[in-house]
């Protein structure tokens, strides 16, 4: 049975990972690895992605692989979800407004021995998509240059973790992933004047390794039904087997002849180290609170660009920085041995503050303020009550100076399907 149902889940997970790319339309996109995914999850999202201290058996916390082994011997948890966003962008006096849908991820969790629970699931680690022009007259003639920039892409990454608990409220985890994607970015001037050539710039990468997470976590009682849990977590950085490539194509527009130029940095993209932990607060099983810090070491890894004194394609240690990152969070449940449908649900308020993780031109990116409210709605049926639809809502503040801004509105519906499937019936 346990054979049968991993081997469905990974067939889905493999079909989904064709389609689930989530989307966006930021020209932040265009720097760096895109925009990075919070990767949290239906429970969390709501509370702004909170999760380091977060240890429960109906619930998948991919973000700390070491609450895999709070998952009881009945529970088959399956959890996905999708999204809409609107989102408005503004610049000087000029705003504009763009819409996306995605799928947003799709996770599995259940015990394969006592104490030791393993989970599976296709998450996002970052999304890129932009495309915007700029416009400009050429000196004091009528004609006038026009330039392009559009890019698509992303990286993801599909994993297998486990988690045991190695003595009472002790657990450690690791996530184990396939990680891969690429990325098509461009910038294209043409003129209205026919003797200025056509210039088509061009960067390219494509990438397929590994990525390992580990976790810990440690529960202790305090007082009659009230718990504190700490965890940490820590991500190894290294280079992602990509080679990514910079070309220029230039176009004589008068005799259509094509010049090309193209230059390779050998395995010259890598993702960094990362480093967090946070402390949750369980208060008669109605209450969670808590909060989180996590640090991404960008500023010790390279990214390619091009050297405007000579003009080389080369990696240079002073495009990223490291981001830091702090995140609160709390869920209420008003009362869980009530008959009333309301007091059972989940509802749940966060807020995180997010440094940015590389530089545009020698100054900072965008910092990233997001503030979160949800749902977390019961499924009743005639067995079970376990499984939840959660249902999100985000705003998300991107700002730097003299630079875009960004507000973005997210709305997230997702599903915790949570079952005994491995329940023994008996038949009188």
Do not use: C
Request: glycine share 10%; net charge positive; hydrophobic share 35%.
């Amino acid at each position: 049975m346990k054979k049968l149902l991993f081997s469905s889940i990974l067939l889905g997970i493999g079909t989904l990972s064709m389609v689930a790319q989530s989307g966006t339309k930021s020209p932040y996109s265009q720097y760096g690895l895109g925009i990075l995914s919070d990767q949290s999850q239906g429970f969390n999202r709501g509370m702004s992605g909170l999760f380091q201290g977060f240890r429960s058996g109906h619930e998948v916390n991919m973000q700390n692989p070491a609450s895999y082994a709070a998952v009881d011997s009945l529970s088959m948890i399956f959890d996905a979800a999708v999204s809409g966003q609107f989102t408005n962008f503004k610049e000087g006096g000029a705003k504009v407004n763009a819409k996306t849908a995605n799928i947003e991820y799709v996770t599995a969790l259940f015990r394969i021995l006592p104490k030791f629970g393993m989970s599976v699931g296709l998450v996002p680690y970052t999304n890129i998509g932009y495309s915007y022009s700029a416009t400009q007259k050429i000196g004091t003639s009528a004609s006038y240059a026009k330039t392009v920039y559009e890019g698509s892409g992303g990286f993801r990454q599909v994993y297998l973790g486990l988690g045991y608990e190695f003595f009472k409220g002790f657990s450690l985890g690791v996530n184990a992933s396939y990680f891969w994607g690429s990325y098509e970015r461009s910038i294209t001037m043409t003129s209205s004047d026919p003797y200025v050539n056509t210039l088509m710039k061009s960067y390219e990468a494509e990438s397929s390794s590994y990525k390992l997470d580990f976790g810990a976590q440690y529960q202790h009682k305090v007082g009659k039904s009230d718990f504190l849990t700490v965890g940490a977590t820590f991500g190894l950085g290294h280079k992602i087997n990509a080679d990514p490539s910079f070309g220029v194509m230039n176009i004589d527009t008068q005799t259509g002849v094509t010049a090309v130029t193209t230059d390779t940095v050998s395995n010259g993209l890598s993702i960094p180290m990362t480093i967090g932990a946070g402390i949750a607060y369980s208060y008669k099983n109605t209450l969670r609170f808590g909060a989180d810090y996590q640090l991404q070491r960008w500023g010790e890894e390279e990214y390619p660009v091009v050297n405007e004194v000579t003009n080389d394609y080369e990696l240079s240690k002073g495009f990223y920085k490291d981001r830091h990152k702090v995140t609160v969070g709390a869920d209420w449940i008003p009362n869980p041995m009530s008959r009333r449908f309301l007091s059972h649900v989940h509802y749940r308020i966060g807020a995180s503050y997010a440094t940015p993780y590389y530089k545009i031109h020698g100054q900072d990116g965008p910092k990233e303020m997001t503030v979160s409210a949800g749902f977390g709605i019961p499924l009743a049926n005639s067995w079970n009550n376990r499984s939840v639809l959660n249902v999100s809502f985000q705003w998300v503040n991107q700002s730097a100076k003299n630079l875009v801004t960004e507000n973005s509105f997210r709305v997230t519906i997702g599903l915790t399907f949570n079952e005994r499937w491995f329940a023994k019936w008996k038949v009188d």
